[in-house]
């Protein structure tokens, strides 16, 4: 995988240096990155739910736009950078910054939805609207196994695990 994005980013290279729309060329790129399906290890899934059951046991604040989190006091997170940061720690730094953009990567799930959580497999990605605008989902939490999840709700809580619901579910994304 390595190898196709290192020769996609090449190849990318040398179109924009021939082209003088420099930064259309890197806005294509990016949505190029979001929308791919990848594929990922089941282990980097569950180590990133295993970095997020950490955070969201430990204290760590809501703190919207946080990707850190000192647990107990420094730092916080909001919902997208608790996802964001686990995989980052679990070793996958394909995932992207927000809610707005995390729930184009990686494929459907396969029986898992905020209904029918008997499919989740940790590290599932699910995506609600609590107020969305454009079809475009405004919150996400991550599946852990067991029918629960990791989630940072809103200002004034700390992130918690909780169990998968169903009100204002949008869809399920999968990285593995």
Not at 36 to 45: P, R
Not at 56 to 63: D, E, I, Q, S
Not at 137 to 162: F, L
């Amino acid at each position: 995988m390595k190898l196709i994005f290192s020769l996609i980013l090449v190849i990318f290279t040398l179109f924009v240096s021939a082209n003088a729309n420099v930064e259309s060329q890197i806005d294509r790129l990016a949505e190029f990155g979001e929308s791919m399906n990848i594929t990922l290890s089941q282990s980097v899934c569950n180590a990133a739910a295993a970095k997020a059951e950490h955070y969201a046991t430990c204290g760590c604040p809501y703190v919207w736009g946080g990707t850190s989190c000192g647990c107990g006091g420094s730092g916080g997170m909001d919902c997208s950078g608790i996802v964001y940061t686990s995989f980052r720690e679990a070793g996958w730094t394909g995932i992207t910054r927000t809610t707005s953009t995390q729930y184009k990567q990686g494929t459907s799930c396969s029986g898992c939805s905020g209904s029918n959580t008997s499919g989740c497999k940790a590290g599932d990605l699910l995506f609600y609207c609590f107020g969305c605008s454009g079809g475009v989902p405004d919150h996400v939490i991550m599946a852990i196994g067991g029918n629960r999840a990791v989630q940072c709700p809103e200002p004034g809580q700390d992130c918690a695990i909780i169990d998968i619901y169903s009100e204002n579910y949008m869809l399920c994304r999968s990285m593995c």
